[in-house]
């Protein structure tokens, strides 16, 4: 099969601008290849947030990321309606571009080129090749995240994750995935949390927006005992599925297909949502009914510039904020029903 590769060329600010372009027209699948992801995990503070990368993968991308701009790929069926569609996308980033010209977005603003490539490829060409750059990876203290096709020994005390993404969202290595999985494994050994009052593989999560169950599984490695994931894509409800079998945890997972937390009446010690801030203010009252007291709502994919935003509407809803931890441009919030 044939497809139509299409690569916007912007600064960071520029491809977060240009995104919604994509969504418009239905294109909610793409990846962003950005040489500051790169570059913040040679930055890390900790050791441990970076010595897993592959010293090739290092030597090939030192020399050949430095100053250029971020790139936004997506892919969509070589048919004659979507090519009628990207010419409609160049369309679109063109306006957005003289938009930002204009300063419409504020004198600061800066999108970069916002240059749109596009190619047609056949799909061996490059469904894989995001696979190059997946290595395994700690995430936390204690888990390493591997891809299924990656070997790794395993050092004591570390909990490894084995995922296979397929199309749904959910490596591990993405900040917002990661500031998720640091909350959970910091709640999750909060013993009081646990519904009989103490023991910790008692806890019962519920993982809002599952994508490739990710962290589903990590809840179970870190000693929850009952999951329940939910999501409303049924191509990623069954990558989910399938990466909870893959790593040993059907009898503690279950994954159904539902919008957020409707039709769900589970109670839970810890729920878990690695969504878009929109999404997290319409989840939030809902959070709050799903939470035995004591219980703990955990929520990223939130861009800095909505923090205040966000943590109004959790603690409208009833919580009490926890903290607000930061990684680059993306925030998450622990809070607590009291």
């Not at 979507?82 to 600061?108: C, M, P, W």
């Not at 005992?225 to 990558?239: F, Q, S």
Request: net charge negative; glycine share 8%.
């Amino acid at each position: 099969m044939r497809y139509i590769q299409i690569k916007i060329h912007a600064s960071r600010q520029g491809i977060e601008a240009a995104a919604p372009i994509l969504f418009s027209y239905g294109v909610t699948g793409y990846s962003v290849d950005d040489p500051a992801d790169f570059e913040g995990i040679l930055d890390k503070k900790e050791e441990y947030e970076w010595d897993y990368v592959d010293q090739e993968l290092l030597d090939e991308h030192m020399g050949k990321l430095s100053g250029r701009e971020p790139i936004l790929t997506a892919w969509l069926e070589d048919t004659e309606e979507n090519r009628e569609t990207v010419q409609s996308i160049k369309i679109d980033i063109l306006k957005l571009k003289a938009e930002e010209q204009y300063h419409t977005f504020g004198e600061e603003a800066d999108f970069g080129r916002l240059y749109v490539e596009t190619e047609t490829v056949d799909d061996e060409a490059w469904k894989d090749k995001w696979k190059e750059n997946f290595k395994p990876t700690k995430i936390t203290d204690r888990i390493v995240v591997k891809p299924t096709w990656e070997p790794y020994d395993a050092k004591a005390g570390e909990l490894v994750l084995e995922i296979d993404p397929g199309t749904a969202f959910g490596t591990g290595t993405h900040e917002t995935t990661s500031l998720c999985m640091k909350l959970l494994e910091k709640y999750a050994a909060d013993s009081g949390l646990a519904a009989d009052g103490g023991d910790t593989g008692a806890l019962r999560v519920i993982d809002v927006g599952c994508g490739s169950g990710i962290l589903s599984v990590a809840a179970v490695l870190l000693g929850c005992r009952y999951v329940l994931g939910t999501e409303i894509d049924p191509e990623a409800v069954e990558i989910a599925r399938e990466n909870v079998e893959l790593n040993g945890v059907s009898a503690n997972v279950k994954v159904l297909e539902a919008n957020l937390l409707n039709g769900v009446n589970y109670k839970a010690d810890i729920i878990v949502a690695n969504l878009m801030h929109d999404l997290v203010i319409r989840l939030a009252p809902e959070a709050i009914k799903r939470l035995d007291t004591g219980g703990v709502f955990i929520a990223s994919g939130i861009l800095l510039e909505k923090r205040d935003q966000v943590a109004e509407a959790v603690e409208a809803a009833g919580f009490e904020i926890l903290e607000i931890p930061e990684d680059g441009e993306w925030c998450a919030i622990a809070a607590r029903k009291n």
